[in-house]
């Protein structure tokens, strides 16, 4: 049903945003992490999105033009940490540098609020089109 | 002389609802991949398949088909400017036009309903 795949499709992008909002959270958390299980400091993670055009509710590839949107990986951002000079601190090197992850917390927040947005969005869309569904349900009552 | 089988309405007003659900899903689509680097805003061009509808309509009264589903052709991207990576959503756009979609929709049905009405008037005898 034509309408269903419209929620279908919005709802992708739901579950797309909310990744990329925990993943944003994710970096936020650890933007002062210096020790985690691979070693080393956090190293600030992405989503990256990618069309889908295969509906997994329905099984069936969607028609042309019409696509969703899913988290394809998750990447890890590859510019260098952040060097402090802290001689005190556990973690320092021999010249007395700590690594700290490579968080901007300005852009992990500029980031949380466009992906909260976008989420939105997707919400307003969804609801329009379960306002047309209800309203087709009731035709000829 | 009624004759709901002879009544143009209802298969014109399917084919159109068929086809605002279908352009409501192009839009969600849209929206969905905003943030989706390269992704290039689609629609459907609704306007000119009414059109052709009606046209059709005018021809011969006995020559109405129903419009048949083959809506790939009527896909077209939008030229909006591009964003740095890639993507062309102007996500204001999308949220009026799926609003004014929905809207467009609601009112097909509305319509289908008073003729279901109206109809059913007739065939309870003015409603006795």
Same mark, same amino acid.
Request: glycine content about 6%.
């Given at each position: 049903?034509?309408?269903?795949?419209?929620?279908?499709?919005?709802?992708?992008?739901?579950?797309? /945003?909310?990744?990329? &909002?925990?993943?944003?959270?994710?970096?936020?958390?650890?933007?002062?992490?210096?020790?985690?299980? /691979?070693?080393?400091?956090?190293?600030?993670k992405d989503v990256v999105? #990618?069309?889908?055009?295969?509906?997994?509710? !329905?099984?069936?590839?969607?028609? *042309?033009?019409?696509?969703?949107?899913? &988290?394809? /990986?998750?990447?890890? *951002?590859?510019?260098?940490?952040? =060097?402090?000079? #802290?001689?005190?601190?556990? *973690?320092?090197?021999? #010249?007395?540098? &700590?690594?700290?992850?490579?968080?901007?917390?300005? #852009?992990?927040?500029?980031? !949380?609020v466009e992906g909260s =947005?976008?989420?939105?969005?997707?919400?307003?869309?969804?609801?329009?089109?379960?306002t047309m569904i209800n309203?087709?349900?009731?035709?000829? =009552? | 002389?009624?004759?709901?089988?002879?009544?143009?309405? +209802? @298969?014109?007003?399917? %084919?159109?609802?068929?086809?605002?659900?279908?352009?409501?899903?192009?839009?969600?689509?849209?929206?969905?991949?905003? %943030?989706? @680097?390269?992704?290039?805003?689609?629609?459907?061009? +609704?306007?000119?398949?009414?059109?052709?509808?009606?046209?059709?309509?005018?021809?011969? %009264?006995?020559?109405?088909?129903?419009?048949?589903?083959?809506?790939?052709?009527?896909?077209?991207?939008?030229?909006? @400017?591009?964003? @740095?990576?890639?993507?062309?959503? %102007?996500?204001?756009?999308?949220?009026?036009?799926?609003?004014?979609?929905?809207?467009?929709?609601?009112?097909?049905?509305?319509?289908?309903?008073?003729?279901?009405?109206?109809?059913?008037?007739?065939?309870?005898?003015?409603?006795?």
């Amino acid at each position: 049903m034509n309408l269903i795949t419209a929620i279908d499709v919005n709802a992708s992008g739901l579950t797309a /945003q909310r990744k990329r &909002v925990e993943v944003s959270s994710s970096n936020l958390a650890n933007a002062q992490t210096t020790r985690t299980l /691979q070693g080393g400091p956090y190293r600030r993670k992405d989503v990256v999105f #990618e069309t889908d055009s295969f509906d997994e509710t !329905l099984n069936i590839a969607m028609d *042309d033009g019409i696509s969703g949107v899913e &988290v394809s /990986q998750i990447v890890e *951002d590859p510019r260098p940490f952040d =060097r402090r000079y #802290e001689p005190g601190h556990p *973690d320092a090197d021999a #010249e007395g540098y &700590v690594a700290y992850p490579n968080v901007n917390v300005m #852009e992990e927040m500029a980031n !949380l609020v466009e992906g909260s =947005r976008s989420y939105e969005a997707n919400l307003a869309a969804i609801s329009i089109v379960k306002t047309m569904i209800n309203r087709t349900l009731e035709l000829g =009552r | 002389m009624i004759s709901p089988s002879d009544d143009r309405t +209802f @298969p014109i007003i399917q %084919d159109l609802l068929s086809w605002t659900s279908k352009r409501q899903q192009a839009l969600g689509s849209n929206v969905a991949n905003m %943030d989706t @680097p390269g992704y290039r805003a689609k629609d459907y061009s +609704f306007e000119s398949e009414l059109s052709s509808t009606l046209a059709l309509t005018t021809t011969s %009264d006995k020559h109405i088909s129903p419009m048949t589903e083959n809506s790939n052709a009527r896909v077209y991207e939008l030229d909006n @400017p591009e964003k @740095p990576n890639g993507n062309t959503v %102007d996500i204001d756009r999308e949220l009026t036009e799926i609003t004014k979609n929905g809207v467009q929709y609601l009112t097909l049905v509305q319509y289908l309903n008073q003729k279901i009405r109206t109809l059913r008037t007739a065939i309870t005898d003015g409603g006795r």
